[in-house]
């Protein structure tokens, strides 16, 4: 997972670097504007299915992971307005709500656990007079980092287990590439190295495995993104409203 996707300025949190700082509420998702997808994990799949198109997006089949497709040119996420209101109504994605806090491992010569909390400082809502402070005054951490923090500790168990279904669907080879192309104008949009679960190798599996992953819960996982690929269409819709404001504005 791309893990400091729209982080700017990522450090460790530190008790006395950053003791008297402070963060407000800033009710604005400017900061995910820019990106037209961003990584999700499998926990997430029935809620974001409701909106958003899910699909395996990698390098190669080996390196694939599962994101919400936000917007279909680079740079863009049709679901953040001007004013970086998410759309209403609409499911925001963890990878989007844990920001300005993210867990990364540690090097490898550190001691200490293998994850360790950073922010980012670039933040706006970061500051030493305005808004609930990090740490109390005798140093321990506010209910507001607390939550924080057990929020990000959530989200890598979701991610850990999100890989585990990735293992599951190569070991079956379940994934196929899907190329997305949309006519628009004269103009096509194309979208590559992105893949899908065959829903003709899913028929074909055998009872023993198909009974695990009816126990596991994959099956829930494997329709949800199954189910959610209609959102495609959904999705170029929003980009034909914003082309055609784009040209009225012109």
């Known amino acids: 997972m791309a893990e400091v996707l729209f982080y700017e300025r990522p450090v460790p949190l530190n ?15 400017k900061f995910a504007a820019g990106v037209h997808s961003v990584p999700l994990t499998g926990v997430e799949f029935p809620a974001a299915a409701r909106d958003l198109p899910i699909l395996f997006a990698g390098q190669t089949m080996e390196e694939a992971g599962p994101m919400a497709l936000l917007g279909l040119r680079q740079n863009e996420n049709l679901f953040v307005d001007a004013d970086g209101q998410w759309a209403a109504n609409t499911y925001v994605p963890a990878f989007v709500r844990r920001y300005p806090f993210v867990l990364a491992e540690k090097p ?32 321990t951490d506010s209910e507001m980092l607390s939550n924080a923090v057990n929020f990000l500790g959530e989200f890598q168990q979701h991610v850990s287990r999100t890989q585990w279904f990735m293992q599951q669907l190569r070991k079956h080879d379940l994934l196929e590439p899907r190329n997305i192309r949309l006519e628009k104008d004269g103009k096509s949009i194309n979208l590559n190295g992105l893949y899908v679960v065959s829903e003709e190798k899913l028929r074909n599996l055998d009872e023993k495995t198909a009974h695990e992953f009816l126990k596991e819960g994959v099956f829930g996982w494997i329709y949800a993104h199954l189910l959610s690929l209609a959102n495609i269409d959904r999705v170029a819709q929003r980009l034909d409203l914003i082309e055609q404001a784009e040209v009225t504005k012109n």
């Not at 008790?15 to 700082?21: C, E, N, P, S």
């Not at 994850?115 to 140093?139: C, I, N, Q, W």
Request: aromatic fraction near 10%; charged fraction near 45%; charge should be negative.
């Open 108 to 139: 490898a010569d550190q001691e200490g656990d293998d994850f360790t909390v950073f922010l980012d400082e670039a933040y706006e809502g970061f500051g030493d007079k305005e808004g609930e402070r990090l740490f109390k005054e005798d140093g």
């Open 15 to 29: 008790r006395t670097q950053h003791k008297d700082l402070r963060l407000k509420g800033i009710p604005s998702l």
